[in-house]
């Protein structure tokens, strides 16, 4: 199974797996947090987020999610990626994690995929006739 990691500013990580857990019924496993503050030096940070891949990693590889790219909480996880055996998407969002738990079983690169297609496709405009849809009417 994918480990996961978001690597994100304050307790937008710990949020957002409050949010997949209600969407699950329970907290997924594999799936941990590192929140970044105003305060932090990244050099600190480093050996825990390393020691958070390491945990999260069963031998299939780990997702690491960003929010912002190019931010502190991305260029940790950059200081991360093993192409193949840690990846890194920036931009996480409620959508994406949720496609990337649906999908962790899957090889790496595919986890890669499905999280960015979630990410794209979780962000639209809402208007009279989606929310029709939505609603069923």
């Known amino acids: 199974m994918i480990g996961i990691l978001i690597i994100a500013h304050g307790a937008l990580g710990e949020s957002l797996i409050h949010c997949a857990s209600h969407v699950f019924g329970s907290r997924p496993p594999r799936l941990r947090q590192l929140g970044v503050s105003v305060h932090d030096e990244p050099a600190a940070l480093l050996p825990q987020a390393r020691a958070l891949v390491a945990e999260l990693d069963d031998g299939s590889g780990v997702l690491v999610l960003s929010d912002i790219y190019g931010a ?20 996480v969002n409620l959508p994406m994690l949720v496609r990337a738990l649906t999908y962790r079983e899957q090889p790496l690169s595919v986890v890669v995929e499905k999280a960015i297609s979630g990410g794209r496709e979780g962000v639209i405009e809402v208007s009279r006739e989606a929310c029709s849809v939505a609603a069923g009417r």
Do not use: F, H, S
């Open 72 to 91: 502190t909480p991305c260029n940790i996880g950059c200081r991360l990626l093993q192409p193949g055996k840690v990846e890194v998407v920036a931009g």
